[in-house]
């Protein structure tokens, strides 16, 4: 649970946030983790690969992984070598194969092989940061969370629901503007406007809050913004 309050100030109203973020949801109604998974420790570990790679990669190699590795007693246990070759095409693979295996010894030795439910209790594990644990939290625990990844700090900074490429700041602003229950689904249409619409050079002609983005129009002058609707 975010408690502090923000420093810094989006350049929307809170009430002005609460009602952007349906009007962006009409626009992706399926947003939701790409990742594929059946339980809390097959979304951790496949969280853990989604670094600096594709879902689609990591959903590639996780039937394999899943099937070597049930659960987090086997992967602890797991041959570095061969855990390595099989996480290989993600990127990073000694890296992860490490954050793998740090990640599943530490779930059996402080949770009894259960991935624990508490924020806290996941950043504290190898390899596990903030925003791995709000996913988990979010999709596979229905624990309100709101992982702040690179395109939600660009939606969100462009359209002025939030200010800063500060993850952690850009989580504290969403979500005290945001109803707690909206927190995932929100952070879930962000991400997904990122990656198909407001991306690095946005599609602003094919997006359903072009007229409340602060971003918009990206070269115009204010006066030739649009009048609200
Ligand atoms: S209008 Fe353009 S910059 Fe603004 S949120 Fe939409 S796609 Fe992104």
């Known amino acids: 649970m975010v408690s502090r309050r923000p420093t810094v100030r989006p350049t929307h109203p809170a009430a002005e946030v609460r009602r952007i973020l349906p009007k ?9 983790t790409e990742l594929h998974f059946e339980n809390a420790f097959q979304l951790l570990a496949a969280t ?16 394999a992984l899943f099937t070597a590795y049930p659960d987090a007693d086997s992967l602890a246990a797991a041959d570095e070598g061969a855990l390595e070759e099989l996480v290989k095409s993600t990127g990073f693979y000694r890296s992860k194969a490490r954050s793998l295996r740090g990640m599943a010894a530490g779930v059996v030795a402080d949770h009894a092989g259960a991935v624990p439910r508490s924020r806290e209790a996941l950043i504290a594990l190898p390899g596990v940061g903030r925003k791995t644990a709000n996913v988990v939290l979010g999709h ?19 359209l002025g629901i939030a200010r800063g490429d500060d993850p952690e700041r850009v989580e504290e602003q969403l979500c005290a503007a945001l109803p707690r229950r909206g927190w995932t689904r929100a952070s879930d249409t962000l991400i997904l406007h990122g990656r198909r619409i407001c991306k690095p050079k946005p599609l602003c002609d094919r997006c359903n809050v072009q007229q409340e983005c602060a971003f918009f129009p990206p070269s115009g002058p204010p006066a030739r913004r649009r009048t609200r609707r």
């Open 24 to 32: 962006l949801r009409r626009q992706h109604p399926k947003a939701d």
């Open 140 to 158: 596979a625990m229905g624990v309100p969370a709101m992982p702040v990844d690179r395109h939600v700090l660009r939606v969100a900074n462009r």
């Open 48 to 63: 853990i690969l989604s670094a600096q790679c594709t879902d689609e990669r990591v959903n590639a190699v996780t039937p």
